[in-house]
Nanobody, 122 residues
Framework: QVQLVESGGGLVEAGGSLRLSCAAS????????MAWFRQGVGKEREFVAA??????YYANSVKGRFTISRDNATHMVYLQMNSLKPEDTAVYYC?????????????????WGQGTQVTVSS
């Protein structure tokens, strides 16, 4: 059974940092591409960052501030978020797919976690 569980969200002041974690279980060796998306209130779910075969990809809005990483030994994926801004406020979701290669389309990821709330105060 495929399962993704996010953690690490919370309330932080602008300029602060948070690290999100995503624990993967099930047939984790098939999760060749992992990604983080986010969804603000009244907005569409949008791409944030992805990891695929050791390569990383970022949305322009977070490039230079966020870092995605994966620990294959523990089946964990992380999103280190620095210099947070109020516009980063959203529910953050971990997504996974079995295909290699980057995609910023949420429909390309069949597996999702339940999300973790990140709130950045000004």
């Amino acid at each position: 059974q495929v399962q993704l569980v996010e953690s690490g969200g919370g309330l932080v002041e602008a300029g602060g940092s948070l690290r999100l974690s995503c624990a993967a279980s099930g047939r984790t060796f098939n999760y060749r591409t992992m990604a983080w998306f986010r969804q603000g209130v009244g907005k569409e779910r949008e791409f944030v960052a992805a990891w695929s075969a050791g390569n990383t990809y970022y949305a322009n809005s977070v490039k230079g501030r966020f870092t995605i990483s994966r620990d294959n030994a523990t089946h964990m994926v992380y999103l280190q978020m620095n210099s947070l801004k109020p516009e980063d406020t959203a529910v953050y979701y971990c997504g996974a797919r079995t295909m290699l290669g980057f995609s910023r389309l949420k429909d390309d990821y069949p597996y999702w976690g339940q999300g973790t709330q990140v709130t950045v105060s000004s």
